[in-house]
């Protein structure tokens, strides 16, 4: 009788997406929110339909300002943990060197 073959477990960057960390904006140095996802462009259209996060739907955060591609997910939540603990001066100023205008990146193509 022939053994089974044994399954090789994939390595974790094999199963792991890559993730954005993202940030939004009601308008020009207005209202901030700033999420993760391993699917921006569904995120940010489900921010849109009001669903996800009451926050971006109490405040119309939904405009699209910044955001920053991981190939690892977990990589993703450690930069977001630390854009968290930034101050807004610092936020902004990530905006700004950027996207200086404040466009909407979806609407620029930039995703």
């Keep these: 009788m022939a053994a089974r073959p044994r399954r090789v477990k994939p390595l974790q960057s094999d199963i792991m997406p890559s993730g954005f960390v993202y940030i939004l904006a009601s308008k020009r140095n207005g209202t901030l929110y700033l999420g993760i996802t391993c699917d921006l462009i569904g995120r940010i259209q489900a921010h849109r339909a009001g669903r996800g996060s009451a926050f971006v739907k109490k405040y119309d955060v939904t405009r699209l300002v ?3 591609e991981h190939p690892l997910y977990v990589d993703a939540i450690q930069r977001e943990t630390s854009l968290k603990r930034w101050k807004r001066e ?8 950027h996207n200086p ?6 609407e620029k193509g930039a995703v």
């Design 66 to 68: 910044w955001f920053e």
């Design 90 to 97: 610092w936020k902004l100023a990530l905006i700004e060197k």
């Design 101 to 106: 205008e404040w466009e909407d990146l979806t």
